[in-house]
């Protein structure tokens, strides 16, 4: 095949075959990657020609296309909707020679008979649920959270939905509207040096480790187990104390631990919340329990075990004999991972609900990552769904000048029509069960993403159309079911437009301290920040303020050698103190108004009637005095929701994730300081009478 056909048919299947970096530079795909990507595109399942897809998204009140379908001139059509109304009708042709559906006034999911075929019609409102409705109107304010990292008496380690629920109440009675969490997706039970929240084995079910098991079970039931386990108290403890997580041996307990939970107390007569539980979740959470029963059973053969791709073959598709027989053998270790699911389910329904009885008129904001493992349980039980073969990342850019390999997988767009968006929308409803908010990692992948042949770098990849119209639709219809607002991570490079695009159905953006500036590279003052994104100082992938401000960030990239080689010491901190006088002179109008607010003055910063025009000094006590002023400048912004991460409201160095490592950096490790009433703390009741404050300034 020569270029141009192979061009030519790749452009047919989504991908591009060129592509602008973030400084404009045009760069072509080359033959070899779009080979390889073909191979992984045309392998998956798509919709074959003139036929009614099984799946169409329309929008109140605009007539529906039925794309290819071509069997009548006009069509009868029966349309049962959800709410028990029959509308009849036909078809009719638009000017693009289309057959349409009228304009529909019910939003949902509704039954589509026509001319023989048989089709669910997805209405979806205009737009997702808005800010304005989930507050009526006011100008709302949040934390954001690491579940993990949070602390709670006897946690063995590791931050549970209990600790989240603890949280979630001390928030809503300091006035929070909303609490945004950590992605809390299912990990791999077998493989606990795995850990990070965005690499999950599935998006359809839950992180077990962070099942809070006082939620069902007493603490004598509890010390019960682990005496009869031989647990010493002083193991526990350690890990406990311990300044970051130990996961695999905090992970061991934990699992030991509930495992004899399960065979003590579960396992001889399972309680009927559990039974229903685990029959309304049907046979997707039967095959989660399935593979991580086949999954531990193979890691312990050797490190070949954790890819099911290479398992003996019998066992590489759910729907074998020998994986049926497994799991009628195994049934103890498949109902332990049910009830794994069950509890964690639990939990979180309770911390959900702790947000919402503590006054918060949004809630927990859930966290739904950009991908999937593709050794995990959700490529292996639905393999048609994913592009198996290709990982997903991004290109080149000045952050990542090699780009990035997430490691990740993606749906399939071909499968997504075939299979009526089934997958997106099992993984969204997923997501957003118990939640009031969710936000989207890499949201431009409703759009496009950057997907990379196996074995390739990053650089080798293209990108690949992904159809955003019915995505964007089919989010703002969940969104509405779910009462639940949205956000859309969209840090990086976004394509002309895209932004517009999620404007106009009220997915809202992420307005981030550092990024906040003009086109003279100046930080924006806060009534210039855009009203359709969320206000924030930082993200678990930045540098918190206090380590921002004092270089803590600049020193783990020395060390780590993720400068660039050409650059000198001297230079990175001579344009850190340059960015700090700069931030400074739109922080210093909050640091005054602090300074007034407060009643009495912070240790950093004596009470004066203005602060220097001088940035304070890049010492722990000038960090906590700038801490203290993004704290009420980020409550001051336009945006309509300000967000402040319990880092920079604790005063933390330390961010929890330092992107381009993968060891060297404590990554998704580290803990909060010890004591259940984190928010009672004078620093940081502090800031939030300063973003309390920022949210009320006119």
């Known amino acids: 095949m020569d270029d141009g056909a192979l061009r030519s048919r790749a452009r047919r299947a989504g991908l591009s075959t060129s592509w602008r970096d973030a400084g404009g530079t045009l760069h072509r795909v080359g033959a070899d990657s779009l080979r390889s990507l073909l191979r992984v595109l045309e392998g998956s399942a798509d919709m074959p020609p003139h036929a009614l897809p099984p799946l169409l998204v329309g929008q109140v009140g605009q007539a529906t296309r039925l794309p290819g379908f071509t069997r009548a001139e006009h069509p009868a059509y029966t349309i049962k ?20 559906l009228p304009a529909i006034r019910q939003v949902g999911y509704h039954a589509l008979d026509i001319a023989g075929a048989h089709a669910t019609l997805a209405i979806a409102p205009s737009a997702c649920r808005t800010l304005a409705e989930a507050t009526h109107g006011g100008r709302a304010w949040g934390l954001a959270a690491q579940i993990y990292g949070l602390r709670a008496r006897h946690d063995g380690g590791i931050g549970h939905f209990g600790a989240l629920a603890d949280l979630a109440r001390q928030a809503g009675q300091a006035g929070a509207d909303a609490l945004a969490v950590s992605p809390v997706h299912a990990m791999f039970t077998a493989r606990p040096d795995q850990y990070s929240p965005y ?37 526990v403890l350690a890990l406990e104390n311990a300044p970051l997580i130990d996961w695999p041996q905090a992970s ?69 004999p020998e994986v049926a027989r497994i799991a009628a053998e195994r049934r103890n270790d498949v109902g332990f991972h049910l009830f794994l699911q069950w509890l964690a389910a639990r939990s979180l329904d309770h911390a959900g609900a702790a947000a919402r009885q503590a006054g918060m008129r949004i809630g927990l904001i859930a966290d739904l990552a950009v991908g999937t493992d593709p050794t ?3 490529c292996w039980s639905d393999q048609d769904d994913f592009l198996i073969g290709a990982s997903v990342g991004a290109p080149p850019d000045p952050l990542g000048p090699l780009g990035q390999n997430w490691g990740l997988t993606t749906f399939s767009p071909g499968a997504l029509r075939t299979h009526g968006y089934r997958a997106f929308i099992d993984t969204l409803r997923a997501t957003l069960a118990r939640q009031g908010g969710v936000r989207i990692d890499h949201v431009m992948g409703l759009e496009r993403l950057w997907i990379i042949p196996e074995g390739a770098s990053a650089t080798d990849g293209a990108y690949l159309a992904f159809p955003r119209q019915d995505l964007m639709r089919l989010v703002a219809l969940e969104s509405a079911r779910h009462g639940a607002i949205v956000i859309g991570e969209d840090l990086g490079t976004v394509s002309p437009g895209f932004r517009g695009h999620a404007a106009r ?32 100082t930082t993200t678990h992938d930045l540098p918190t303020v206090a380590g921002w401000w004092q270089g803590t960030d600049i020193a783990w990239r020395r060390a780590l050698r993720q400068l660039p080689r050409d650059t000198r010491a001297d230079d990175v901190q001579a344009a850190r103190a340059r960015d700090r006088a700069a931030l400074w002179t739109v922080l210093r109008p909050a640091a005054a108004a602090a300074d007034r607010s407060s009643a009495q003055p912070s240790a950093a910063q004596p009470s004066a009637a203005q602060p220097s025009a001088d940035p ?10 700038v801490t203290d002023a993004a704290s009420r400048f980020v ?43 984190l928010l009672a703390g004078p620093d940081a009741a502090r800031r939030l009478a300063l973003l309390r404050d920022g949210r009320q300034a006119p």
């Open 252 to 320: 061991a307990l934990r699992l030991q631990v509930l495992r004899g939970l399960y065979d003590d107390y579960i396992r001889p007569a399972p309680p009927a919340e559990m039974t229903d539980f685990v029959a309304a979740q049907g046979r997707k959470l039967h095959l989660h329990a399935v593979f991580e029963t086949i999954h531990a059973q193979q890691v312990r053969r050797g490190p070949r075990g954790g890819n099911w791709r290479i398992w003996p073959t019998a066992l590489r598709n759910p729907g074998n």
């Open 616 to 625: 304070p000094p890049a010492t722990p006590d000038g960090a906590a005095m």
């Open 505 to 536: 159905r009220a997915i809202l953006g992420m307005n981030v301290l550092w990024f906040q500036r003009g086109a003279d590279g100046a930080f924006l003052p806060p009534e210039k920040w855009g009203r359709n994104a969320v206000a924030m």
């Open 81 to 100: 909707c959800e709410d028990g109304t029959i509308l009849t009708g036909r078809a009719r042709r638009g000017r693009d020679g289309a057959l349409t």
């Open 199 to 235: 690499s999950p084995s599935s998006r359809l079910f839950l992180n077990v480790l962070l099942a809070d098991m006082r939620c069902w079970f007493t603490a004598h039931d509890i010390g019960q187990v682990l005496r009869r386990l031989h647990v010493a108290p002083s193991a």
């Open 376 to 378: 995990g349980s959700q």
């Open 635 to 677: 409550g001051a912004t336009a945006s309509p929701l300000a967000i402040l991460p319990l880092e920079d409201l604790l005063g933390l160095s330390e961010q929890p994730n330092l992107p381009g490592t993968v060891s060297g950096h404590p990554n998704w490790q580290r803990r909060y300081p010890a004591g259940r009433d």
